[in-house]
């Protein structure tokens, strides 16, 4: 079952690099979102896990528990709308592109789908 968190990024100071730390989470992580406002302090994970590993990784520190429809809302906060520039092999001309917000699709892609079937006659 997918769980989403939003989870605390720890900087190390390594002499003079800087490493970026995530909580071990428990689980397979389908998805990371990271917020673009902070520079990365702060990421959505969703984790595919189980009851018991997901009780784990809440008591972990800098993990916060989301519920679905918190994610679908706090997602574009973390990746805004933005525009880059990509060059056009057909019209070999460069054009600006709007990257839409953070694409919801993903972080539901590892749910299963429930397709209805037809009995043909």
Do not use: W
């Not at 689980?27 to 959505?44: A, P």
């Not at 990746?79 to 600006?96: A, H, N, V, Y």
């Not at 694409?103 to 590892?110: M, P, Q, S």
């Amino acid at each position: 079952m997918n769980h989403f968190y939003r989870v605390a990024i720890t900087k190390q100071f390594l002499g003079s690099a800087i490493e970026h730390k995530e909580p071990p989470l428990q689980g397979q992580i389908q998805t990371k979102v990271t917020d673009s406002t902070t520079q990365g302090d702060f990421k959505l994970i969703t984790v595919d896990c189980d009851d018991s590993q997901h009780r784990l990784n809440i008591t972990l520190p800098g993990v916060q528990n989301l519920e679905e429809d918190e994610v679908t809302q706090l997602a574009p906060l973390y990746q805004p709308e933005r525009s880059i520039k990509r060059f056009d092999p057909k019209t070999r001309k460069e054009e600006s592109v709007v990257m839409p917000a953070a694409d919801l699709t993903r972080f539901y892609a590892a749910k299963p789908v429930e397709k209805s079937t037809k009995a043909k006659k």
